[in-house]
DNA sequence: AGACAAGATGACGTTTACGTAAAGAGAACG
DNA sequence: CGTTCTCTTTACGTAAACGTCATCTTGTCT
């Protein structure tokens, strides 16, 4: 098995984090490094979930949000009707992404558009001074 | 021309927002309603500012970011220097936007995936538990 | 044995984005 | 004229997500 554990640092070197970061995701149970005497051991298990926070993180979802989201990437030994808890939370999930993508694109396409306004106002403004000179 | 302004109450209703938000957005400098007395009175400018506030918000920016691109919707007086930086600025935006479509995207994607797995998982126990009765 | 480095454990500090309570000004109403 | 709203300013409070010491163990090197 890849039972292949990583130290702190290596960790954060690996993610671009620092070890408050991880020992805090610990304490709010996001991961659950196992322990070598007191030092803390990462396994893959918590890799996956650690690239998960951080996406979570870059769409703008608290930690609790994403930890509710992570109860679904690892549904271990989880019970049918927690499962489904879980399963419903994903799907108010889903069309809260789907929905944010959508503005996204929206967004997208505004800013361009604008861009282009404030790129005309530029070069006609550096005809106008052309002109003078 | 549409001069019609609102009071800090209907935006509070046309936006559902605190009149406190409204009031730190303005200390923040995103926002400049004009004052009748000293009551604040919000303008179209306003709105559509708040609109994109609202709207940036959601896509996780924090509001520094936000006001560094509304100077990009309101070019008014700026000087072509200023009008270049802040199109600039709003170039790494929209490479950031764009990444984080991708991204989103794939996340979408990948819950779908863990969401059929999960669904699956379901169903089978399901069927166990059919075949136990 | 002594020293150094890595990691752990509190505990207080910081930033962002407001919430909330206190106290006063101004119009409006009975 | 007193009361009631709505709004204002000022100021302290708060939750989230860590940063930043200070202090303590522990393994390791010499």
Redesign the interface.
């Known amino acids: 098995m890849t039972e292949e554990t990583m130290t702190i640092r290596e960790m954060c070197d690996a993610f671009d984090v620092t070890p408050r970061t991880l020992r805090f995701y610990e304490a709010k149970e996001l991961l659950f490094p196992i322990r070598d005497g007191q030092k803390r051991l990462f396994t893959r298990r918590d890799r996956g979930r650690l690239k998960l926070i951080l996406?979570?993180k870059?769409?703008?979802f608290s930690l609790e949000e994403i930890r509710q989201?992570l109860d679904?990437?690892s549904?271990g030994d989880r019970q049918?009707m927690q499962?489904?808890a879980?399963?419903d939370v994903?799907?108010e999930?889903?069309v809260d992404?789907?929905r944010?993508?959508t503005?996204?694109?929206q967004?997208?396409d505004d800013?361009?558009n604008?861009?282009d306004i404030?790129?005309d106002?530029?070069s006609s403004?550096?005809r106008v001074r052309d002109a003078a000179e």
């Open positions: 996406r979570g870059r769409f703008g989201l679904l990437y549904p049918a499962l489904a879980t399963l994903a799907r999930r889903l992404m789907e944010r993508r503005e996204l694109t967004a997208i800013l361009k604008q861009m404030v790129e106002m530029l403004a550096g």
